[in-house]
């Protein structure tokens, strides 16, 4: 079996981390993989295996139209292709893309590739055979987006669970999108400075000019006796996964989600979650405490009730299913 992954606008975040899941699981099942990537992206970023056979590609737009016959072929972009393409699975996974709503917040730059994005989608969807997403809430709005046939079908990386010491109260893992509340979270952590609760957290952010003021926040705050935020900046998926083991729970406070990928790492590794109680949540776990993310003295009430006392609290459990992979090998979607 040949199989051909879209992947040219896909360098980093939890689409990313899925992107190196697929690649490692077909290595696993021995197809051979043609992977197309942007020519501007290290290929260090990619888990490449000798199955699979990497194509650069200079333009977006003209690696879109796909004339080679595939047995599979995956647009894991969020964009289909200009062509038609048989065997294919579009998989939209950017929740910008999957709503209606405006968007608040966000440079008029960013505003306008939303709005020119979903324009293409609309123009181009039905080029596949398959539109896919990862949960029932994505599938409503893609659905009544784009007037399409939607299908779910979720995946993640399996976390084993590893006993290690406990070195922080918190954590929390994302690179500082506009919708990922970094700065909400850090006005939780002054308020809790203010009143000399003593809390340990892991975050993300990397130290760049883009996220100057929330590295002076940071260190502000390190400057205290009772808050410790150990950044660690880009990390990799193995990283990741120590911080998760090494942590008591997640805050999870974005605003948007199509996924939500983190949710589902930290409960498959048996941490508390705290997040708010929003579609993007209840479709992939349970057994969360749910966050105002209007109001920081509702978080930092939470916050400081479970430092004194986490041992009271309960851990998250998965509720999604793991099985986009599998549906590929199959060439068909059991929704």
């Avoid at 260090?44 to 056979?53: A, C, D, I, L, R």
């Avoid at 062509?83 to 008029?108: G, M, P, Q, T």
């Avoid at 990862?134 to 046939?149: E, F, G, R």
């Avoid at 700065?183 to 892991?202: D, F, M």
Wanted: glycine content about 4%; proline content about 3%.
């Amino acid at each position: 079996m040949r199989i051909a992954i879209h992947a040219v606008n896909i360098n980093t975040g939890g689409a990313l981390v899925l992107l190196n899941e697929m690649l490692e699981k077909f290595h696993s099942f021995g197809g051979m993989v043609d992977l197309y990537i942007s020519s501007k992206v290290e290929l260090k970023v990619y888990k490449v295996f000798n199955n699979t056979k990497v194509i650069k590609c200079r333009s977006l737009i003209r690696s879109l139209y796909l004339k080679r016959e595939y047995d599979r072929v995956v647009f894991f972009g969020n964009l289909p292709p200009l062509n038609n393409v048989n065997n294919s699975y579009l998989y939209i996974h950017n929740a910008y893309l999957a709503s209606d709503n405006k968007i608040h917040n966000a440079s008029f730059g960013f505003k306008v590739k939303i709005f020119l994005l979903k324009k293409y989608i609309r123009f181009f969807i039905r080029n596949v055979d398959f539109v896919v997403c990862q949960t029932v809430s994505m599938k409503d709005n893609i659905s009544k987006l784009y007037d399409a046939n939607v299908y779910i079908s979720p995946f993640y990386k399996f976390m084993p669970i590893d006993e290690s010491i406990k070195e922080y109260d918190f954590c929390y893992i994302g690179l500082p999108s506009i919708h990922k509340n970094h700065s909400l979270l850090l006005k939780v952590l002054e308020l809790l400075k203010n009143e000399g609760v003593n809390i340990t957290i892991a975050l993300t952010v990397p130290d760049s000019p883009c996220n100057f003021e929330l590295i002076n926040r940071i260190n502000n705050l390190n400057k205290s006796s009772n808050i410790k935020i150990v950044n660690f900046g880009f990390v990799s998926i193995e990283d990741v996964v120590n911080i998760y083991l090494k942590s008591k729970a997640l805050i999870f406070p974005s605003k948007i989600e199509s996924y939500g990928l983190p949710l589902i790492e930290a409960a498959m590794l048996n941490l508390t979650i705290f997040a708010p109680d929003k579609n993007y949540v209840n479709d992939v776990i349970k057994d969360y405490y749910a966050i105002n993310i209007e109001d920081a003295n509702d978080i930092k009430v939470k916050l400081k009730r479970f430092v004194e006392n986490n041992e009271l609290y309960k851990m998250a459990k998965v509720i999604t299913p793991n099985k986009f992979i599998g549906d590929i090998m199959k060439g068909t979607i059991d929704d």
